[in-house]
């Protein structure tokens, strides 16, 4: 070969791998171009409760199922439903089955596409003293409740246990009154009263409702029947992606996750992070139930249809309503995770 050939080998050569490189660049934005952005809105401030969807994030997993997801916090000025309703945001946690349930009621568009706490959070608990050793020892004592309980759990312990509307007492989001009188029982969230006790120097005893019956569903994640019906891959891929991250958060390295729950949440600690990590664990709040054979997120005819009945016992709706528009089951129940 002459040098003139040898030359024109080499040109060649970096012409075809410019090419390969052009092609690559494109490939590369095409991918970057292929990510769909998804708002995704939590419940209250960033917690641990909210860990699996940060594991998620800061592990690329989203970003790996094709998702550009943006992480929005709750909080008690934030109307969650509005915000899904108005398109504002694309996906939301809300907090129990009667979210889902009241849309069908009022007609609203949007539904229950994956449940990832298998067990409501929501506690009452007593002084250690009290001599109380199962829910239903509490019929006829004084309990501080919210407004929100009368229309909510509070149903369903008239109903199963026989509570009174007498027993009920305002409850102010201040531990002080049940400190100083021993005779009361209050209402809480397995994540959060009961640590502010044991700081308190007192260790409570603790009802976890869900153990006792109180079947509602809670992180419910809530998207538009529109969503569902045009962009089901987009909606399959975050609930995939979210159940790892929460397999990961409960049971791996969760440093990174935690560090961007407390960059959001700056009055949330590692140790309160931590502390809620092992109650989840403790009380099986994802993994317990249906989830422990179907995967995190699972939801089932069944238990839809138990708690509806309880609540149409208890006045909350009518037994014609049709309760299966508040959710559906294409996308969960498929093992993810539990490899």
Request: with cysteine.
């Amino acid at each position: 070969m002459d040098v003139s050939e040898n030359g024109s080998a080499k040109m060649n050569f970096w012409l075809i791998k410019l090419a390969v490189c052009a092609v690559a660049l494109v490939t590369t934005a095409g991918s970057a171009l292929a990510q769909e952005r998804i708002s995704f809105l939590t419940d209250w401030l960033a917690e641990a409760e909210h860990g699996g969807f940060y594991q998620a994030l800061a592990e690329g997993l989203y970003k790996d199922a094709g998702l550009d997801v943006t992480i929005k916090q709750g909080g008690p000025q934030v109307n969650t439903a509005q915000l899904l309703l108005s398109g504002a945001v694309d996906m939301a946690i809300q907090a129990n089955s009667f979210i889902p349930l009241n849309a069908v009621k009022e007609n609203a568009n949007y539904v229950a596409v994956a449940a990832f706490f298998q067990k409501d959070p929501q506690i009452l608990m007593s002084h250690p003293d009290s001599g109380f050793k199962t829910l239903a020892d509490l019929k006829g004592k004084p309990i501080l409740i919210s407004n929100d309980a009368w229309e909510t759990y509070w149903k369903f312990l008239k109903v199963k246990y026989g509570f009174d509307d007498k027993q009920g007492r305002p409850y102010t989001f201040n531990l002080a009154p049940w400190l100083a009188d021993k005779t009361l029982t209050q209402q809480g969230y397995l994540t959060s009263e009961p640590f502010a006790a044991r700081v308190a120097g007192v260790d409570p005893i603790v009802f976890l409702l869900a153990d006792y019956g109180y079947s509602t569903y809670s992180q419910v994640l809530m998207v538009s029947r529109k969503m569902v019906e045009e962009n089901p891959k987009v909606v399959q891929a975050f609930i995939d992606a979210s159940i790892k991250g929460w397999y990961d958060f409960l049971n791996g390295d969760r440093s990174k996750a935690t560090a961007l729950i407390v960059k959001d949440n700056p009055d949330y600690t590692p140790k309160m992070n931590e502390d809620s990590v092992a109650a989840l664990r403790q009380y099986g709040i994802l993994t317990s139930g249906d989830a422990a054979t179907l995967g995190i997120g699972a939801m089932t005819d069944a238990r839809w249809k138990d708690f509806f009945d309880t609540m149409v016992e208890a006045g909350v709706y009518p037994a014609t309503m049709d309760y299966k528009k508040a959710y559906t089951l294409q996308f969960v129940d498929k093992k993810i995770g539990l490899q």
